[in-house]
């Protein structure tokens, strides 16, 4: 899914808007079978740096960040309740 994300930003920033929505629908049948699961994605800023769901996995110079700051996740957490299903990835 985080792929396909990544697919529809840059799809988007074209003349592609079809596609760009095609995918989103795609990603939208994903999320809600994950739902079905009890599983939850989690990208969200609030929990980014959290040891416990990310590890950093390299990093990038972004002029308007501060040294340290999160960058982009590389790929989401996955959670079960309170159980991390999957660990993220961020830079």
């Not at 740096?49 to 990093?59: C, H, M, P, S, Y």
């Amino acid at each position: 899914m985080d792929l396909l994300e990544a697919a529809v930003r840059s799809i988007s920033a074209t003349e592609e808007r079809e596609a760009a929505e095609g995918l989103q629908g795609i990603l939208s049948r994903l999320g809600r079978f994950l739902t079905q699961f009890g599983l939850v994605r989690v990208w969200a800023p609030e929990r980014l740096g959290d040891g416990k769901l990310f590890r950093v996995v390299g990093t990038e110079r972004v002029a308007e960040l501060a040294d340290g700051a999160v960058a982009r996740v590389v790929r989401s957490a996955v959670l079960e309740g309170d159980r991390v299903v999957r660990e993220g990835e961020e830079r």
